[in-house]
T-cell receptor, first 114, second 112 residues
Framework: DVKVTQSSRYLVKRTGEKVFLECVQD?????MFWYRQDPGLGLRLIYF???????EKGDIPEGYSVSREKKERFSLILESASTNQTSMYLC?????????????FGPGTRLTVL | QKEVEQNSGPLSVPEGAIASLNCTYS??????FFWYRQYSGKSPELIMS????GDKEDGRFTAQLNKASQYVSLLIRDSQPSDSATYLC????????????FGSGTRLSIRP
């Protein structure tokens, strides 16, 4: 079974802090994704990566950056956290394109910025 | 703007009945289609993938795809209270085979 893990289930940070969210997958998947999910807005793609050191902006990249130094690990960075970044953050991974693009999600990190 | 549309619900179905969830999508050349189940406070869980026209069955779940009409549906037979959740329809984005677009979900409630 695919296993995607995220570093924290719950996180509380203060405005202006630098925040790191870590995601690790154990199935040698090529692609990794970061989403945020807010009530009424659904899942929104922040960034994704299709290879080590490769990244592409999603629909809402502002205020975020990412890092993928190793294939199994994809980090989301909030350079200076703001209250409007309070959300559920979901990491996902997929094997590749074509008929192998099912995404598997980690348990999520609920981030609160005070 | 590529879109995946779902009725937000809530859809209320009696226990033991068939629950029918529907989804339409705008990108005519999409190739892959998925249904995810999401319990409150949890992350989405993949329950069905379908890639070709017709029906695909897995236990109590049947996914149906009609590419000509650009809709995909999920049938849940013998609905159980544990099926109460939000169901997300997701469709591949043709311009990027790796990205998928999620609908906003249909909230399903199974009443005993």
């Amino acid at each position: 079974d695919v296993k995607v893990t995220q570093s924290s289930r719950y996180l509380v940070k203060r405005t202006g802090e630098k925040v790191f969210l870590e995601c690790v997958q154990d199935m040698d998947h090529e692609n990794m994704f970061w989403y945020r999910q807010d009530p009424g807005l659904g899942l929104r793609l922040i960034y994704f990566s299709y290879d080590v050191k490769m990244k592409e902006k999603g629909d809402i990249p502002e205020g975020y950056s990412v890092s993928r130094e190793k294939k199994e690990r994809f980090s989301l960075i909030l350079e200076s956290a703001s209250t409007n970044q309070t959300s559920m953050y979901l990491c996902a991974s997929s094997l590749g394109g074509g008929n192998h693009n099912e995404q598997f999600f980690g348990p999520g990190t609920r981030l609160t910025v005070l | 703007q590529k879109e995946v549309e779902q009725n937000s619900g809530p859809l209320s179905v009696p226990e033991g009945a068939i629950a029918s969830l529907n989804c339409t999508y705008s990108d005519r050349v999409s190739q892959s289609f998925f249904w995810y189940r999401q319990y409150s406070g949890k992350s989405p869980e993949l329950i069905m993938s379908i890639y070709s026209n017709g029906d695909k069955e897995d236990g109590r779940f049947t996914a149906q795809l009609n590419k000509a009409s650009q809709y995909v549906s999920l049938l849940i037979r013998d609905s159980q209270p544990s099926d109460s959740a939000t169901y997300l329809c997701a469709v591949s984005e043709y311009s990027s085979a790796s990205k998928i677009i999620f609908g906003s979900g249909t909230r399903l409630s199974i009443r005993p």
